[in-house]
């Protein structure tokens, strides 16, 4: 990182600036330069010198100090036309009066690093510079442009149209650089700090004032000293906006104080905080889990973090990673600021990253749960089909063949009685196989949908039942199944525990939800914590991000409500 300039070095060249715009100043009163003119040079020598060199004291970093600096002597340069005559100064002036302007679009098209680092931004730079010199020279070589003493060949008429071309191109060079700004902004978005918007709004207002004045010089006319004065004052103003930021980044750097005392409430939100801090309210903060080896939001839900370097910045605790701020690119150019409150946010952020490790492992825990309950469904749906193609069948068919060797035996009644008995054994064992079956998958539901499920159901409850079922259609098989052991289950409690008279069911669909309602007239007393019934009924609504509740004051009968999400 190159170092920080000398105090000695930067007071020697603001000195310089200001001793020779005295000089320049001293130049034009006693040239006749109107005031006005004297005021807005001085105005931008002034803006871009100072700025330049506070830029390259904070930023030694980014060559926009330099650059800023070069800008301003630059705009000292030109004036020195105001010495009149042919001399060796008014010659200089003369050959640079055009170079500023082009410095002003370098300045503008290189924040903030100072570097042209895109093809178009060093096409569109050379151009001006090759323009405003060049163009500049051979207008003065074939005669244009007098007094000086530059003149090889007197062609007054070429030189003219050279200086207008001149004109011309570094005009055209001012709107290239606000269509490229236009195009970063709809590629990287508006900025998203203010001082940064403010600050790239000037930059193209300043490449159209430029464009304007160079087009008003080609057209001529009385107008243009008006709006000569007016764009260079205009241009004035980019500067100061860059020095209105850094006086921000200065003063939040200063607000830290704020931040620490915020964070130490241990704030359910630490984004807020962090945000105001840094003035970026586009800030994501990201954690790093080991566990799961890789980032999550403040959620726990698992995130890529941005491709572009320049919007983030990690977080170390101990050497290993914490967490890390995903922020406006513009940010990096404040690491001061940056390093001041990812030190003042790390303990906090350890907290953080605990929370977002437990929400993390609760989404682990919900996801293992429904894959659980998906896969106890598949083996459950196995188990009745091999029960239903292979036991039921050949019980059935075993009953059957005992009906025909019934009918031969006839007169034997002992062997008849003895093959009565057998067939009534089978006849007991497929019904309690179909019970069986029926308790591991409900094929009835996949079959037929939940209402048709739970009518049946309430036709073989041991108490009678009110049903009300008003579904409009069909919902997720897990969804219906649940709800179908919800009903089976508190109908089975209700036969067995509750000492009931009448049971009421009732399922309906209320927003994204489906709702499961059995309400019996019982001694009440049911509990989810004891038993394996209504637990396991508990576990699975819960697997499914559903609710199921218990109301059963002892000797008030029992009322069962599940909430599963079907949305």
Same mark, same amino acid.
């Given at each position: 990182? %190159?170092?920080?300039? =000398?105090?000695?070095?930067?007071?020697?060249? !603001?000195?310089? &600036?200001? @001793?020779?715009? /005295?000089?320049?100043?001293?130049? !034009?009163?006693? *040239? *006749?330069?109107?005031?006005?003119?004297?005021?807005?040079? =001085?105005?931008?020598? $002034?803006?871009?010198?100072?700025? !330049?060199l506070i830029?390259?004291?904070?930023?030694? @970093? =980014?060559?926009?100090?330099?650059?800023?600096v070069l800008a301003g002597a630059g705009a000292l340069a030109g004036a020195l036309s105001w010495t009149g005559g042919d001399g060796i100064a008014h010659t200089v002036g003369q050959a640079v009066d055009v170079l500023p302007l082009v410095l002003f679009v370098h300045v503008f098209l290189t924040y903030p690093s100072g570097r042209l680092r895109a093809r178009p931004e060093r096409l569109i730079v050379a151009t001006g510079?090759?323009?405003?010199?060049?163009?500049?020279?051979?207008?003065?070589? &074939?005669? !244009?442009?007098?007094?000086?003493?530059?003149?090889? $060949?007197?062609?007054?008429?070429?030189? /003219?149209?050279?200086?207008?071309?001149?004109?011309?191109?570094?005009?055209?060079?001012?709107?290239?650089?606000?269509? &490229?700004?236009?195009v970063r902004r709809r590629t990287q978005g508006r900025p998203l700090r203010r001082s940064l918007s403010l600050l790239v709004d000037s930059f193209a207002v300043g490449l159209v004032m430029i464009a304007v004045l160079l087009v008003v010089g080609v057209l001529g006319g009385p107008a243009f000293p008006v709006v000569q004065r007016i764009s260079l004052a205009l241009l004035g103003v980019a500067p100061i906006a860059f020095l209105a930021g850094l006086l921000q980044a200065r003063l939040a750097r200063s607000a830290v104080g704020d931040l620490v005392v915020a964070l130490r409430g241990d704030p359910a939100d630490l984004r807020t905080p962090i945000a105001l801090a840094l003035r970026d309210p586009s800030l994501d903060l990201l954690y790093w889990l080991p566990r799961f080896g890789a980032w999550a939001d403040e959620q726990g839900r698992r995130v890529t973090p941005p491709a572009d370097p320049a919007r983030i910045t990690p977080i170390d605790d101990e050497g290993a990673p914490l967490a890390a701020l995903v922020h406006d690119p513009a940010l990096r150019d404040e690491p001061a600021l940056l390093a001041a409150v990812t030190a003042a946010a790390a303990i906090a952020l350890r907290t953080g990253r605990l929370q977002a490790q437990l929400r993390a492992n609760l989404e682990e825990l919900r996801g293992s749960r429904a894959r659980v309950v998906a896969a106890e469904q598949r083996e459950r749906q196995r188990l009745e089909r091999d029960l239903h193609d292979g036991a039921q069948q050949r019980l059935v068919a075993l009953s059957l063949s005992l009906g025909v060797l019934?009918?031969?035996?006839?007169?034997?009644?002992?062997?008849? @009685?003895?093959?009565?008995?057998?067939?009534?054994?089978?006849?007991?064992?497929?019904?309690?196989?179909?019970?069986l079956a029926r308790g591991l998958h409900p094929a009835v539901v996949s079959d037929h949908g939940l209402a048709v499920a739970v009518e049946s159901l309430a036709a073989?409850? %041991?108490?009678?039942?009110?049903?009300?079922?008003? $579904? %409009?259609?069909?919902?997720?098989? /897990?969804?219906?199944?649940?709800?179908?052991y919800v009903v089976c289950e508190s109908l089975a409690n209700i036969g067995k525990h509750a000492q /009931?008279?009448?049971?009421?069911?009732?399922?309906?669909?209320?927003?994204d939800d489906l709702v499961v309602e059995v309400v019996d007239d019982g001694v009440g007393g049911a509990d989810t914590e004891r038993g394996t019934g209504l637990r396991g009924l508990a576990d699975r609504v819960e697997a499914l991000d559903g609710m199921l509740r218990v109301w059963t004051p002892n000797g008030g009968g029992t009322r069962v409500r599940a909430d599963l999400p079907c949305g």
């Amino acid at each position: 990182m %190159p170092s920080r300039p =000398s105090s000695v070095l930067l007071l020697t060249i !603001g000195a310089t &600036l200001v @001793a020779a715009l /005295a000089g320049i100043v001293e130049l !034009g009163v006693s *040239g *006749g330069v109107h005031p006005a003119h004297i005021a807005i040079i =001085s105005w931008l020598v $002034l803006a871009y010198g100072i700025s !330049g060199l506070i830029a390259w004291r904070l930023r030694p @970093a =980014s060559r926009l100090g330099p650059l800023m600096v070069l800008a301003g002597a630059g705009a000292l340069a030109g004036a020195l036309s105001w010495t009149g005559g042919d001399g060796i100064a008014h010659t200089v002036g003369q050959a640079v009066d055009v170079l500023p302007l082009v410095l002003f679009v370098h300045v503008f098209l290189t924040y903030p690093s100072g570097r042209l680092r895109a093809r178009p931004e060093r096409l569109i730079v050379a151009t001006g510079w090759v323009a405003a010199l060049g163009g500049q020279l051979a207008a003065m070589l &074939l005669g !244009g442009l007098r007094p000086h003493r530059m003149t090889v $060949l007197d062609r007054p008429g070429l030189a /003219a149209a050279v200086y207008d071309t001149e004109l011309a191109v570094v005009s055209a060079v001012a709107l290239a650089g606000v269509v &490229l700004l236009v195009v970063r902004r709809r590629t990287q978005g508006r900025p998203l700090r203010r001082s940064l918007s403010l600050l790239v709004d000037s930059f193209a207002v300043g490449l159209v004032m430029i464009a304007v004045l160079l087009v008003v010089g080609v057209l001529g006319g009385p107008a243009f000293p008006v709006v000569q004065r007016i764009s260079l004052a205009l241009l004035g103003v980019a500067p100061i906006a860059f020095l209105a930021g850094l006086l921000q980044a200065r003063l939040a750097r200063s607000a830290v104080g704020d931040l620490v005392v915020a964070l130490r409430g241990d704030p359910a939100d630490l984004r807020t905080p962090i945000a105001l801090a840094l003035r970026d309210p586009s800030l994501d903060l990201l954690y790093w889990l080991p566990r799961f080896g890789a980032w999550a939001d403040e959620q726990g839900r698992r995130v890529t973090p941005p491709a572009d370097p320049a919007r983030i910045t990690p977080i170390d605790d101990e050497g290993a990673p914490l967490a890390a701020l995903v922020h406006d690119p513009a940010l990096r150019d404040e690491p001061a600021l940056l390093a001041a409150v990812t030190a003042a946010a790390a303990i906090a952020l350890r907290t953080g990253r605990l929370q977002a490790q437990l929400r993390a492992n609760l989404e682990e825990l919900r996801g293992s749960r429904a894959r659980v309950v998906a896969a106890e469904q598949r083996e459950r749906q196995r188990l009745e089909r091999d029960l239903h193609d292979g036991a039921q069948q050949r019980l059935v068919a075993l009953s059957l063949s005992l009906g025909v060797l019934q009918t031969r035996l006839g007169a034997d009644p002992e062997a008849a @009685a003895l093959l009565t008995e057998a067939r009534t054994e089978i006849a007991v064992s497929l019904a309690e196989l179909r019970d069986l079956a029926r308790g591991l998958h409900p094929a009835v539901v996949s079959d037929h949908g939940l209402a048709v499920a739970v009518e049946s159901l309430a036709a073989r409850a %041991p108490v009678p039942v009110r049903l009300t079922v008003d $579904l %409009p259609g069909r919902v997720g098989e /897990a969804i219906e199944v649940a709800a179908y052991y919800v009903v089976c289950e508190s109908l089975a409690n209700i036969g067995k525990h509750a000492q /009931a008279t009448t049971a009421t069911v009732e399922v309906f669909r209320t927003g994204d939800d489906l709702v499961v309602e059995v309400v019996d007239d019982g001694v009440g007393g049911a509990d989810t914590e004891r038993g394996t019934g209504l637990r396991g009924l508990a576990d699975r609504v819960e697997a499914l991000d559903g609710m199921l509740r218990v109301w059963t004051p002892n000797g008030g009968g029992t009322r069962v409500r599940a909430d599963l999400p079907c949305g």
